[in-house]
């Protein structure tokens, strides 16, 4: 069980964490393509992240992480940036919302152990996402030198995978989520 308590301490952290993650991605030279990025469009899709991280986290199925993450991985092969920058950027991500738990929880064992679960349910999270972004990204480049060798085509429009089972997300969160099944934006 994650501590809600952590978790909303991350969503009221959102704005200054987001600027820690573009400074980062910003001054790292393994994510150089970012650079071309408008500022406001990385901090927006980070700072998503950690206002909805709750939701995120509690997620029973990954229907919703898969189809956001199906979009960024897509975007991120229009956008030109290298599948090795987009995943390093999600480990960037991630080991500011570490560095944050270490910093927040003091006490005893117990505390120690909710910042534990946090972090495991975070890693576990960011898995996912890289997994689904990197599965779109190829396919998308796939497609894309599919229609290299016809010069008429272009690289086909993001069309999701068909999820394996019947959601509701209103059912599973009770909270407004967008037809397309997003939680607000989520950087990498």
Known sequence: MISKALVRQIEDHSARLAQEVLAAIRNDSRTQSYHHLTEAHVRGAVEGLFQNLEHWLSSRTDFAVERHYQKIGHQRFLEGVPLSEVIYAFSL?????????????????ADLHV???????????????????SREYEDARKAGVQSSQRPEATVKEFVPRQPKEAWDPAEEWNAHISRG??????GG
């Open 115 to 133: 910042e534990y679960e946090l972090a495991l349910s975070i890693s576990e999270f960011n898995e996912k996402s890289i997994y689904y972004v």
């Open 181 to 186: 099944g997003d939680i607000g934006e989520m």
């Open 93 to 109: 991500v991630r080991a500011t919302l570490i560095r944050f738990l270490r910093g927040s929880v003091v006490g005893d064992t």
